[in-house]
């Protein structure tokens, strides 16, 4: 069975530095992973996907994450944080294309930015 | 815990025909729900944002008159297909703005012959 686990409700970081949100995985097939990026009361947008291409995938806004099929991690990263980018930032799993269609979605991690 | 229904999780429907997409809040009341679609392996499409007692607000290039999306009451919002066609076949999700968290549904599958 699919599952998606974002291992930190909250992470809060001071403008400038490192941003690391955490998602694992688990999948029966190969599976399409995304980030998403929410801002309140707005609708999800899309930051980067992974399908089965090059394990290290570039987005928008300077983020970037690495699909880590031996620890089944898709963790999401930016060398420096900006205030624009407190959000919430949803992990997906997304297993479309066999017999079920699946879509996961991590509980979210809410990422606040220090002045 | 909060959790959002979709109804049905799959059709088919015949090209011409509309179809009804519900999508309901069990527990808690949303104000503002979301309507996206997904085609295999890709991404999330934001189509609209659907806010109770208002129309929604589509994306751009979405068309309004052929999804047409309802949300009469805090717990109910629904997308309807009209005049649906192959290119409509797609996975609709909807999710539901609670107090503090977002919740999805589980989508439904849409397949236009």
């Known amino acids: 069975a699919q599952s998606v686990t974002q291992l930190d409700s909250h992470v809060s970081v001071s403008e400038g530095t490192p941003v690391l949100l955490r998602c694992n995985y688990s999948s029966s097939y190969s599976p399409s992973l995304f980030w998403y990026v929410q801002h309140p009361n707005k609708g999800l947008q899309l930051l980067l996907k992974y399908t089965s291409a090059a394990t290290l995938v570039k987005g928008i806004n300077g983020f970037e994450a690495e699909f880590k099929k031996s620890e089944t991690s898709f963790h999401l990263t930016k060398p420096s944080a900006h205030m624009s980018d407190a959000a919430e930032y949803f992990c997906?799993?997304?297993?479309?294309?066999?017999?079920?269609?699946?879509?996961?979605f991590g509980k979210g991690t809410r990422l606040h930015i220090l002045p | 815990g909060a959790v959002v229904s979709q109804h049905p999780s799959w059709v088919i429907c015949k090209s011409g025909t509309s179809v009804k997409i519900e999508c309901r809040s069990l527990?808690?009341?949303?104000?503002?729900m979301f309507w996206y679609r997904q085609f295999p392996k890709q991404s999330l499409m934001l189509m609209a944002t659907?806010?109770?007692?208002?129309?929604?607000?589509?994306e751009q290039g979405v068309e309004k008159d052929k999804f047409l999306i309802n949300h009469a009451s805090l717990t109910l919002s629904t997308l309807t297909v009209t005049s649906a066609h192959p290119e409509d076949s797609s996975f609709y999700i909807c999710?539901?703005?609670?107090?503090?968290?977002?919740?999805f549904g589980p989508g439904t599958r849409l397949t236009v012959t």
């Open positions: 659907s806010n109770e007692g208002s129309k929604a607000t589509y």
């Open positions: 997906v799993v997304s297993d479309q294309g066999n017999r079920d269609d699946k879509i996961i």
């Open positions: 527990d808690f009341q949303a104000t503002t």
């Open positions: 999710s539901a703005l609670g107090a503090y968290e977002q919740y």
